[in-house]
């Protein structure tokens, strides 16, 4: 799907051939892999700052807004967001491609389709804003970008589970099923994640108790883990499809 997307074998060249399953494990090893980095990095050199809480009670683990913010984190980070965002605009692209082949003559999953659309290019920009936009440098700016990422995410996720959903009730390939399956597990869990990781926010803010900021970062973590989770979901949607960067032949140039 991807190849058509992207190029017609009788028409153009390839210069570079991938399968999206390495494509798709490739984008979300990206962050995953910075992230780990940049979790161990500031427990391991930036304990004391990156634990550090306003009330400062006793806090082990760092948020992931303090994880990011000083260097090298900080430009670990960056490279790996700045890596991984351009391929998913294309995934979020192909996505609306096939949804449109699925859902042809039917006018609310198209529309849908068009909102989950919209909804994964700002959940991939507000990624990239709260990412180039540090708490430390300029809180508003980071906190708005979080709050867009969170909200475009969870309403992607929704979207998503319901047009599978719709596609499931009809005949799918045991890869499709399996997808989702697991797109619906993984955004209970992320709800539930993002749930809990508000209330331990709000608790600590309100009462200041030890530990309390350490639940938050741990229920942080899993609300981005799962995120991660559900795009490789993709591994499945496409998983005989290839993505394809290829030129016109020389007969066709003019």
């Given at each position: 799907?991807?190849?058509?997307?992207?190029?017609?074998?009788?028409?153009?060249?390839?210069?570079?051939?991938?399968?999206?399953?390495?494509?798709?494990?490739?984008?979300?090893?990206?962050?995953?892999?910075?992230?780990?980095?940049?979790l161990v990095t500031s427990l391991l050199y930036h304990y004391e700052d990156a634990t550090y809480?306003?009330?400062?009670?006793?806090?082990?683990?760092?948020?992931?807004?303090?994880?990011?913010?000083?260097?090298?984190?900080?430009?670990?980070?960056?490279?790996?967001?700045?890596?991984?965002?351009?391929?998913?605009?294309?995934?979020?692209?192909?996505?609306?491609?096939?949804?449109?082949?699925?859902?042809?003559?039917?006018?609310?999953?198209?529309?849908?389709?068009?909102?989950?659309?919209?909804?994964?290019?700002?959940?991939?920009?507000?990624?990239?804003?709260?990412?180039?936009?540090?708490?430390?440098?300029?809180?508003?700016?980071?906190?708005?970008?979080?709050?867009?990422?969170?909200?475009?995410?969870?309403?992607?996720?929704?979207?998503?589970?319901?047009?599978?959903?719709?596609?499931?009730?009809?005949?799918?390939?045991?890869?499709?099923?399996?997808?989702?399956?697991?797109?619906?597990?993984?955004?209970?869990?992320?709800?539930?994640?993002?749930?809990?990781?508000?209330?331990?926010?709000?608790?600590?803010?309100?009462?200041?108790?030890?530990?309390?900021?350490?639940?938050?970062?741990?229920?942080?973590?899993?609300?981005?883990?799962?995120?991660?989770?559900?795009?490789?979901?993709?591994?499945?949607?496409?998983?005989?499809?290839?993505?394809?960067?290829?030129?016109?032949?020389?007969?066709?140039?003019?």
């Amino acid at each position: 799907m991807l190849q058509g997307l992207l190029s017609n074998l009788d028409r153009d060249r390839p210069l570079i051939r991938v399968r999206f399953t390495t494509f798709a494990v490739a984008t979300v090893l990206l962050p995953l892999t910075g992230l780990l980095v940049c979790l161990v990095t500031s427990l391991l050199y930036h304990y004391e700052d990156a634990t550090y809480t306003h009330c400062q009670v006793s806090n082990y683990l760092p948020s992931i807004s303090a994880a990011i913010s000083r260097p090298p984190e900080i430009y670990i980070w960056r490279s790996c967001i700045g890596l991984h965002s351009a391929p998913r605009y294309l995934v979020a692209a192909a996505y609306f491609s096939f949804y449109r082949g699925r859902f042809a003559g039917r006018l609310l999953e198209l529309l849908l389709s068009g909102v989950a659309l919209l909804c994964s290019v700002a959940e991939n920009t507000g990624l990239v804003l709260l990412t180039y936009v540090a708490s430390t440098e300029a809180y508003k700016v980071h906190k708005y970008g979080f709050i867009v990422f969170i909200a475009c995410s969870l309403l992607h996720m929704l979207i998503t589970v319901r047009l599978w959903h719709v596609i499931q009730r009809h005949y799918v390939s045991p890869e499709e099923k399996t997808s989702f399956l697991w797109k619906t597990r993984l955004f209970l869990v992320n709800i539930s994640c993002c749930a809990a990781a508000a209330y331990f926010f709000r608790r600590h803010n309100k009462y200041c108790e030890t530990g309390v900021y350490t639940l938050f970062a741990a229920f942080e973590y899993m609300v981005v883990f799962s995120n991660m989770a559900f795009h490789m979901t993709a591994f499945w949607d496409f998983g005989s499809a290839q993505v394809m960067v290829a030129t016109p032949q020389e007969d066709k140039r003019f």
